[in-house]
């Protein structure tokens, strides 16, 4: 019965994001429940992908990602696939009409990752957009419900919003992406000699992209709005505590919100939506 094993699938997709990220999980369940299945399937896709590039190096990588591009497209066209994280995916990328554009966007920038070290401005720009614009614009396309205009209305704020959320995982784990896998995302950077200046300017470049995307995350449906809210809490409390950090640190250690402090800010993301103080 295919019944059955979608549900099997959306729940294989559930159990990866909370097995991978205890903030997303949380975020998720803060959403209204209609929405909390597609989200875990549109993640169990991404952290797959990323997976390979980032975590399978004694394999072929580039094949491996070749394959699952081509799974992916496959699962699409058929509407099932024996891989239950694709096929959950393509479930609610049929579902709610995610542009095709997009996912194979988001697969490109994966590939950056096998082959580039160091970014230029323009290539830093393209993987961000990749990496997690189009992401946010894939979980958009859920939240307005086949609502064209509301898409096309907030589309600049979701990828706002992903941008930033990007940006600062760079931050967060420039000690694993420089010194383990060489890879340098921001550009005309010299992290030998990172200095407060630098960090200051990439800085106000995040705050721009979190201050547009708040102003999204008040025009979202009231279905969605709390989910994305706490998932921008969360990362305005690491963003802060980030700046807290000195530059020369950024590069020895990665910087965490323990649990206890996430339930926290939870419950006051809950308490201030529900206050309507956004």
Known sequence: MKALYDRVSIKSSKMVTQQYSTSFSLGIKFLNKEFQDPIYSIYGFVRFADEIVDSFHDYNKQEMLTEFWNETHLAL??????????????????????????????????????????????????????????????????????????YSDLTPYAMSLGSAFQKINFLRDLKADYKVMGRVYFPNVDFENFSPETKQQIEDDIALDFDMGL???????TKARLGVYVAYIYYRSLFNKI???PATHILEERIRIPNGQKVALFATSYVRNSLNML
């Open 77 to 150: 066209k058929r509407g099932i696939s024996i891989n239950p994280i694709l096929n959950s995916f393509q479930w609610v990328v049929n579902k709610y009409k995610i542009d095709i554009d997009l996912i194979d966007t988001f697969l490109r920038s994966m590939e950056m990752d096998l082959n580039k070290k160091e970014y230029t401005e323009e290539g830093y720009k393209e993987y961000i957009l990749g990496s997690a614009e189009v992401v946010g614009l894939m979980c958009l396309k859920v939240f307005v419900q086949g609502n064209e205009k509301m």
């Open 215 to 221: 102003v999204g995350i008040k025009k979202l449906p």
């Open 243 to 245: 700046k807290n950090t």
